[in-house]
């Protein structure tokens, strides 16, 4: 992106891909630098998170009306198909992000662990270069099935539902909500729709033109930490969740690490890094996302099972109820059809469906 009489100007420089590949190895430092890796990465999301909403909340009291905040609000409880000619391969992409619900959120567990939650004070965790190494288990602990035990389990679980839907899916419903209304509010004033060119930059430019240079850079930095947060979030739990696999299924990788998983896991994280700097110059930003946000559904045609499998091995009291077993494989359905539709678009330059 580069500036320009204070327009962002979308550009494929090479200076914007080496700004992309900065933020990869800043993760790793970041990494390398914390003493347990899952609280660094607690603390620095917090902050970030916090500024985004809060920062997001102001600027939309400023220029969003009351009528396009009720716009807003209803949408989310308003049974309605998406704008005309929009793709089942552009649904698909939002289907894929949102929240990680096809499955793939289980990897959140592993910063449970982390973090000393419930039964991983037993496990393990993984621990920056500053940190006292933990070995991290190769399998899981339960507790016995006994009436104290499920006290306590219901205690967790009382504190997982605080997190899950007081902390997590609030702030997810907000985090949707405050910049769909501000991007709404941009059309209306400019009177002009996002491309895929310039969306990345399209709000900041008609803030700039509507009420100047302040709100301008203020949006391009809530823009940009909003995806470094997920790249910070996502490329570390493709380093955290591949070491953990290994660790799990060889005995063999578990000889070469010692006990110690930042053996392979810094290692890996470099290789990673020169993987994503190759396809970084491969294709457009917008394209690249969409592409990766709809890879994301795969999972939902084998996680499901997967968790379905995992639970029915945990003790009585920690068993989910039966319905959840038929949404798991309602989002095997609902995410796999997606990501079929993607194999399609990719391979025969059409979706099975446009709206």
Do not use: C
Not at 128 to 145: C, I, N, Q, W
Not at 186 to 197: F, I
């Amino acid at each position: 992106m580069a500036i320009v009489e204070g327009e962002a100007v979308p550009t494929t420089d090479v200076r914007v891909k080496l700004v992309a590949i900065g933020l990869l190895v800043l993760v790793l430092l970041i990494t390398l630098s914390a003493n347990k890796i899952t609280r660094a990465l607690e603390l620095i999301a917090l902050g970030l998170v916090a500024f985004q909403l809060i920062t997001l909340f102001l600027i939309d009291l400023f220029v969003v009306p009351g009528s396009v905040w009720t716009e807003g609000v209803l949408g989310f409880i308003t049974p309605a198909l998406p704008p005309g000619s929009v793709s089942a391969t552009v649904v698909g992409g939002l289907a894929g992000f949102t929240a990680l619900a096809s499955g793939l959120n289980w990897y959140i567990f592993n910063h449970y662990r982390d973090k000393g939650y419930g039964m991983g004070y037993r496990m393990g965790f993984i621990a920056g270069m500053r940190g006292e190494s933990k070995d991290v288990l190769p399998v899981g602990a339960t507790f016995p099935d006994n009436a104290k035990n499920a006290a306590l389990w219901k205690r967790w679980m009382h504190f997982l539902h605080i997190e899950m839907w007081g902390v997590f899916f609030g702030g997810a419903i907000l985090g949707m909500l405050l910049p769909t209304l501000l991007m709404r509010q941009a059309v209306l004033v400019s009177g002009r729709e996002p491309t895929e060119e310039n969306l990345p930059t399209f709000i900041a430019d008609v803030m700039n033109q509507q009420y100047g240079r302040f709100l301008f850079y203020l949006v391009l930095v809530v823009g940009f930490l909003l995806l470094f947060d997920t790249q910070l979030a996502i490329f570390e739990a493709l380093v955290r969740n591949f070491v953990d696999a290994m660790n799990g299924m060889s005995e063999r990788f578990r000889k070469m690490i010692q006990g110690d998983p930042r053996r392979f896991y810094f290692p890996y994280m470099v290789f990673l890094i020169i993987v994503i700097s190759f396809i970084i110059f491969q294709s457009a930003p917008t394209t690249l996302i969409l592409i990766t946000a709809n890879m994301s559904n795969f999972g939902a045609l084998f996680f499901p099972f997967v968790l379905m499998y995992l639970n029915s091995k945990l003790p009585k009291p920690a068993r989910p109820p039966k319905y959840t077993y038929v949404i798991l494989v309602l989002n095997v359905i609902f995410f796999g059809f997606f990501f079929i539709n993607f194999v399609w678009d990719t391979f025969f330059g059409s979706p099975l469906i446009v709206l």
